[in-house]
């Protein structure tokens, strides 16, 4: 993953310098590879024997117990915490964290704790972290990984220091997706079309279009976007058009609705949208309302994720925003 190299080289360069930050918010679009890049991060903390590249930065040497442990994902100085079936971090979890970072390493010289993904800590996970945060261990280093656009507490990102993994330009990205779908089975691949209309919905994040392509989900989108148009224009109930995004499970509904309105507010200042297919549509509605409705959609969206929280349905929600929506379309003038 190349796009990811400058923030790696950042973080060796600080391990040589003695200068790596005991907190490392990472932050990045929805599948650019922060997971992927955090593990990295965490096999070269754990190595017993970094090699030094030529130009003096440290790599996992992949052979020591260290390095066999993290590859086998049975290293007992590495927790990773993530939301559960809540769909939230809990203060359970980071309770054990805390417990965690304070006891000595076991194998290793330091201990590793990824966060996966501080944007879903709720209040009383996010308060519970601050006291490790504030009181940190020498030898723990936390990673924080975060979704952009989704908040993070000031007072824990203020105790972090921030790295932002970019999204890849188009020839890395689709360079990327070749090599990995040339280890598919023949009969598995997704066709050069599937794997371009993926990276487009995944707006470029070359993890996501790959799980997208592999997926049903470019297929699920289509009927949801179908049923929108017709929604909007009308012809179609809102009942039945909310049950085609029900279909796409809630966070992948909120995101089509996230990405038009984001498209929509691109169009209102003169962009163009990510959305090639959703273009037109959204093009029109652009030029028959006021920009700030846009950024009253976007809100819209934050709501739901928010109510999504606490368990809510997904076609209620999905009927919310339809129904706010279908408001944008300008009135038909009586005749005469």
Not at 28 to 45: Q, T, Y
Not at 133 to 162: A, F, K, M, W, Y
Not at 163 to 184: F, H, I, S
Not at 201 to 230: C, I, K, M, V
């Amino acid at each position: 993953m190349p796009w990811l190299a400058t923030a790696w080289h950042r973080v060796q360069r600080r391990l040589s310098e003695g200068r790596l930050p005991h907190a490392l918010m990472v932050a990045g679009e929805r599948g650019v590879g922060k997971r992927a890049w955090a593990d990295a991060v965490a096999g070269l903390l754990l190595c017993d024997s970094p090699v030094m590249t030529d130009n003096a930065a440290p790599r996992a040497c992949g052979h020591c117990k260290q390095c066999e442990l993290f590859q086998a994902s049975s290293h007992p100085d590495v927790r990773v915490y993530a939301p559960e079936k809540s769909k939230m971090v809990k203060v359970d979890q980071i309770r054990a964290l805390s417990t965690f970072a304070v006891a000595s390493p076991q194998v290793a010289r330091r201990k590793v704790a990824i966060i996966d993904r501080a944007d879903l800590l709720n209040l009383n996970a996010a308060n519970a972290l601050l006291k490790t945060l504030e009181e940190p261990v020498p030898d723990v280093t936390l990673l924080l990984l975060q979704e952009s656009g989704r908040p993070v507490l000031p007072t824990i990102r203020s105790r972090c220091q921030t790295l932002t993994l970019p999204v890849p330009g188009r020839q890395d990205a689709e360079r990327w997706l070749a090599g990995e779908v040339a280890k598919l089975a023949e009969e598995n691949r997704p066709t050069a079309d599937r794997l371009a209309k993926s990276l487009m919905l995944a707006g470029g994040a070359p993890r996501l279009a790959y799980a997208y392509a592999t997926g049903d989900f470019p297929d699920l989108r289509d009927r949801a976007f179908e049923q929108f148009r017709l929604f909007m224009k009308g012809q179609t109930t809102v009942g039945e058009a909310a049950k085609a995004f029900k279909a796409l499970g809630l966070d992948d509904g909120l995101s089509l609705f996230e990405g038009w309105a984001a498209d929509l507010a691109r169009m209102a200042a003169g962009g163009q949208a990510a959305d090639t297919e959703a273009a037109e549509m959204l093009g029109f509605l652009a030029r028959n309302n006021p920009a700030w409705r846009a950024h009253e959609l976007l809100d819209n969206v934050r709501e739901a994720r928010f109510a999504g929280q606490f368990n809510a349905n997904p076609e209620l929600e999905a009927s919310r925003l339809l129904i706010t929506w279908q408001a944008l379309m300008p009135r038909k003038r009586p005749a005469g």
